[in-house]
């Protein structure tokens, strides 16, 4: 047992791996210069290894070894030369060139950075302005300089007759159709028409400009129609009855003073249509609204009515919406609904509680 | 670092110039085998007078870089051998080397005595396996393959006295070899 041990391990060496000849190896073999060990394992190899066969056979046809060693030398130095490691230099030169890179790169993207930045300014503010035309409207609609100071100068007078001008011509029609049958037909004449309207208001306009001081003039024209106030109070309270008397204090001066009305009330308006467009708008409705809520809805109606045919912008929406109200408190349902529809159709803001009204309806 | 890496195995090298790119384990490997490849092509460089040396062994290297990072290598050297038999017999075909049947069982036998190494049960029992093939291995390839291995006697003395040239001593060998690793692989199936 003992004595096969050492043959048992060495059956192992059959298949035992070994290196190929190193450079030295292959010549020292050749030369028979190698230990027996050593010759042993070469020889154990060069059983296993075509290559080191081939190059031991090939080595000894050669007659002299100088080419092997000198092609061995050139193609040992090749491959030394192309896997040697990149200088410090380059490495140096490479990393100044990234740098510069990713500088020109940094400087490109604030280059465009600013450019869009630019660019989406300009559309925004564009898109800004084109949002807001009212704005651009009424500053185009300002008057130059000098007609301007003339309006500022002349805005007191200017601007409180239209409340009570509009306040009366448009109270006139409601007035004059209820009025009508029980009153004098000397009324009739005082239907509300625009176009007559424009035609005093020009006149008027004419006449502001004739005479500086229209404080004055308005105060003497309060005081006539205070008399023919009072004369139409003391006609009309000898027919009206008692219920009508609450109105009366409104309406009935305007009536007899509509003559003079006509001249007086809307004359600011051509003057400075534009400028006192919403002004008058707003005063208008406004009355509308005191209508309403005083539950003189045929009178509120007629305004809003007036608002809806003379102005525009938000008053119109505001106008048609305040109409359905009035129709649908009156009852009347269809009207009410159209008018709802209206304000829908027109998209404004009113659009969802008109949605909402017509909803509940 | 040089001196590391040339201190590693092939397999550990291709898997270096495999996985981390790592160039300078690369040029290890090339450096270890350019004498063989060297002494291997210069018959042909002598035949052929139209072959530059400055043109084939960079071509060569080359070709090598490449198939190195695609192909299974179990053996470098065969690789090389494949590599550049292929290069200098048909240069315009680059056939992929793929390693035989053969070759991969006497590698498999190899590693698993590799590991036997350190394994005395392991040990005991790839002995007495391999023991088990070589006494069914006929008896001219199983006296062959006892004096060479077991008795230690090198190509001149086995010769001497067989009569045979070297050259077909070791076809002789390395053929016994073959059919003891198949018996062996084959008893491995069979148990």
């Known amino acids: 047992m003992l004595s096969n041990k050492p043959n048992n391990e060495k059956v192992l060496k059959i298949f035992s791996s070994i290196r190929c000849l190193s450079k030295d190896q292959l010549p020292r073999y050749m030369e028979g210069r190698l230990t027996d060990v050593e010759r042993h394992l070469v020889e154990q190899h060069l059983t296993d290894c075509d290559l080191c066969y081939d190059a031991l056979q090939a080595l000894e046809k050669q007659d002299n070894t100088d080419q092997y060693h000198d092609l061995t030398g050139k193609l040992q130095r090749y491959v030394q030369n192309s896997i040697q490691p990149v200088s410090h230099v380059h490495k140096v030169a490479q990393y100044t060139r990234k740098e510069k890179n990713k500088e020109h790169m940094l400087v490109y993207f604030w280059i465009a950075a600013f450019i869009g930045l630019g660019v989406g300014s300009v559309y925004v503010l564009r898109g800004h302005m084109r949002n807001q035309p009212p704005i651009r409207f009424m500053a185009a609609s300002v008057p130059p300089v000098d007609s301007a100071r003339e309006n500022v100068a002349t805005n007191v007078p200017v601007v409180t007759p239209t409340p009570a001008a509009t306040h009366e011509v448009a109270a006139t029609p409601v007035i004059a159709a209820k009025t009508e049958t029980p009153l004098k037909p000397a009324v009739t004449p005082v239907h509300p028409d625009s176009a007559a309207i424009k035609k005093a208001a020009a006149l008027k306009a004419l006449q502001k400009k004739h005479v500086a001081d229209s404080i004055h003039k308005q105060a003497l024209l309060q005081k006539q129609a205070d008399s023919l106030k009072k004369e139409a109070a003391d006609k009309a309270s000898q027919k009206d009855k008692d219920k009508t008397e609450d109105k009366k204090p409104d309406p009935k001066p305007e009536t007899a003073a509509a003559p003079k009305e006509k001249e007086k009330a809307p004359d600011p308006e051509p003057a400075k249509r534009e400028s006192t467009a919403i002004n008058s708008d707003e005063y208008l409705y406004k009355a509308a609204m005191v209508y309403q809520q005083q539950g003189n809805l045929s009178e509120a109606i007629d305004r809003y009515r007036r608002i809806e045919s003379v102005s525009s912008g938000k008053y119109v929406e505001m106008a048609r919406y305040q109409l359905a109200i009035c129709y649908r408190s009156k009852g009347q349902m269809g009207k009410a609904r159209r008018m709802f529809k209206e304000v829908i159709r027109m998209d404004g803001s009113l659009k969802n509680s008109a949605q909402q009204a017509l909803d509940g309806m | ?191």
């Open chain 2, 1 to 191: 670092m040089q001196q590391q890496l040339t201190n590693l195995s092939d397999k550990e090298l291709i898997s270096r110039a495999r996985k981390q790119h790592d160039r300078e384990a690369e040029g290890v490997l090339m450096d270890r085998y350019s004498h063989l490849l060297v002494a291997v092509t210069m018959p042909y460089l002598n035949n052929q007078s139209n072959l530059d040396p400055n043109v084939v062994f960079p071509a060569l290297l080359q070709r090598l870089n490449a198939s190195l990072k695609t192909q299974t290598i179990y053996k470098a050297n065969e690789w090389i051998l494949h590599i550049q038999k292929g290069y200098l017999g048909k240069p315009e075909k680059n056939t992929p080397f793929y390693p035989s049947r053969d070759g991969r069982d006497l590698l498999h036998i190899e590693n698993t005595v590799d590991k036997a190494a350190t394994n005395i049960i392991d040990r005991q029992d790839l002995i007495v396996r391999l023991e088990q093939a070589l006494q069914r291995l006929n008896a001219d390839d199983s006296a062959l393959l006892t004096q060479f291995y077991l008795e230690n006697k090198s190509f001149a003395d086995l010769t001497a006295s067989t009569g045979l040239s070297r050259e077909k001593l070791r076809t002789q060998l390395k053929a016994a070899k073959g059919k003891l690793a198949k018996l062996f692989m084959n008893q491995g199936y069979a148990k």
